[in-house]
């Protein structure tokens, strides 16, 4: 949330539950919402804070590969952001940046 709004995008912390009920709200207008398909996966409760996630597999296959995955930095988020806001699938912030 930090480097997201330190380039410059407004956000505002709502709870999970808040967060569901919009995204189903919305959906039920459009089905062309990109989490759309992915709504069986959110529970109707948020989720508990055991649940991990890591990319353990995801490193395991690609090892003895030239594919290395880099640590996530705000020099590595400030890439994809200004990479999606060039190729025109982001808008650009209405703040300016920060950095």
């Known amino acids: 949330m930090t480097w997201l709004c330190s380039f410059g995008f407004s956000l505002e912390v709502i709870s999970y539950d808040q967060w569901r009920a919009d995204l189903l709200k919305v959906a039920e207008h459009s089905s062309d919402n990109a989490l759309y398909p992915l709504i069986p996966f959110f529970a109707e409760s948020a989720p508990d804070d ?50």
Do not use: M
């Open 50 to 99: 055991s649940v991990k996630f890591d990319c353990q597999n995801t490193l395991s296959g690609l090892a003895g590969t030239s594919i290395n995955c880099p640590s996530v930095s705000a020099e590595l988020l400030s890439t994809y952001l200004s990479y999606y806001i060039r190729s025109g699938f982001l808008q650009a912030p209405q703040q300016k940046a920060k950095y």
